[in-house]
């Protein structure tokens, strides 16, 4: 190695820390004193997936000793933890990579027995679509009666679980959450088989449908999608007129925008499509647009959210996406220096979508 050259683990290190800044991390789930000794152990040359796993079981031990004792809220917490650090740690995993599923398997095992010990229950659930599944977690309310429920999901990453700390700002506003993954997304592509493909906005109907059927929950149902999922969170709104209210959080009007600008993050839009070829699957992405004829079909009460440095989707793609969408009630909220998903304003962010929805969803009388 010459002078001056990085060590290759070394800069996967660094590369694994841009993706997954701090504030992302704290913001979506992980304990401080994880994330620092995550940082710290593959800054001394431990790879990433391993040093989630270590602190992934190190929650899950605490947890366990925790629900030994009787202390079921101390429990469901160290549950979270330890979801959270295994959703951390695989990322970095191949899909053909057994150690992936593996984790991924540990991570639905924690989060599940966190959910478990929640009052009502967190529900796995499973809506049939086409040759396989569509995965997400069910979350109620506290309070009694019918709430109405929030589809909620990411993007290319596409990790559910990394959005329950949003979906508690909801449960403590009476409204219901749908923590999924869609096609290409999470446990649904890993375990289901099923890849983002033209026509994706089918998939979130059929979520409609079976939201709809369950007599437990109000005949109202919103969505908000985070990054690429904002864009989906608007196809979605704008094809399906059942749709009473969209979120989008860090989205654009055309996500192939990021994979033009930083050539290697085709990687993910494979792992997406499930398209082993790089050009075929950029030219496959850049035929999701939402373009104004589509948009102005977008008519419920629309609430955009956007930092203006943000890289990975310009802000002027999150303006159009407002500018153009056909609703009569719609917001834009731009963070001066938010990055991407506001991950730095995650308390104001959370805030401001958790009493927005409620107010469109929740009848006045009924809060």
């Known amino acids: 190695m010459s002078g001056g050259e990085v060590p290759a683990w070394q800069a996967e290190a660094e590369a694994h820390k841009r993706a997954m800044p701090l504030q992302r991390l704290l913001g979506n789930g992980m304990e401080y004193a994880d994330v620092v000794e995550l940082y710290r152990r593959v800054d001394e040359g431990e790879?990433?997936?391993e040093?989630?796993?270590?602190?992934?079981?190190r929650n899950l031990a605490r947890a366990e000793s925790a629900l030994?004792?009787?202390n079921t809220a101390t429990a469901r917490s160290w549950f979270l933890y330890a979801a959270a650090c295994f959703r951390v740690g695989q990322v970095p995993l191949g899909d053909d990579d057994p150690s992936k599923r593996a984790m991924y398997e540990q991570l639905i095992s924690a989060y599940g027995r966190a959910g478990a010990l929640a009052d009502p229950p967190v529900e796995h659930v499973e809506i049939p679509y086409q040759d396989g599944a569509l995965c997400g977690w069910l979350l109620r309310p506290a309070a009694g009666g019918r709430p109405?429920?929030?589809i909620v999901m990411g993007g290319f990453d596409g990790w559910?679980?990394?959005?329950?700390?949003?979906?508690t700002y909801l449960l403590e506003r009476g409204v219901a959450v749908f923590l999924a993954d869609g096609p290409g997304q999470g446990e649904t592509r890993l375990f289901q088989g099923l890849h983002m493909k033209p026509g994706v906005e089918k998939a979130f109907s059929t979520m409609v449908d079976h939201l709809l059927a369950d007599a437990r929950l109000a005949p109202s149902v919103g969505i908000w999608g985070n990054s690429m999922g904002g864009y989906l969170a608007a196809l979605s709104?704008?094809?399906?007129?059942r749709i009473a209210a969209c979120v989008v959080n860090g989205g654009t009007v055309r996500p192939v925008e990021t994979a033009e600008r930083y050539r290697r993050f085709i990687t993910k839009v494979q792992l997406l499509l499930g398209i082993d070829d790089p050009d075929t699957a950029r030219q496959v992405?850049?035929?999701?647009?939402?373009?104004?004829?589509?948009?102005a079909s977008l008519r419920c009460p629309l609430l955009v959210l956007h930092g203006t440095p943000d890289q990975v989707f310009l802000i002027d793609n999150a303006r159009a996406l407002c500018d153009r969408a056909g609703s009569a009630d719609k917001t834009f909220h731009e963070f001066p220096d938010g990055d991407h998903c506001l991950y730095n304003h995650s308390h104001e962010k959370h805030?401001?979508?958790?009493?927005?929805?409620?107010?469109?969803?929740?009848?006045?009388?009924?809060r």
């Open 285 to 295: 992405m850049g035929s999701f647009v939402l373009g104004p004829d589509l948009l």
């Open 51 to 57: 040093a989630g796993a270590q602190l992934a079981a």
């Open 237 to 241: 709104a704008a094809t399906d007129p």
């Open 351 to 366: 805030t401001i979508i958790g009493d927005w929805l409620a107010d469109r969803l929740i009848p006045h009388e009924e």
């Open 148 to 150: 109405p429920v929030v």
């Open 47 to 49: 790879p990433w997936a």
């Open 160 to 167: 559910r679980e990394e959005y329950h700390a949003g979906a």
């Open 68 to 70: 030994g004792a009787g």
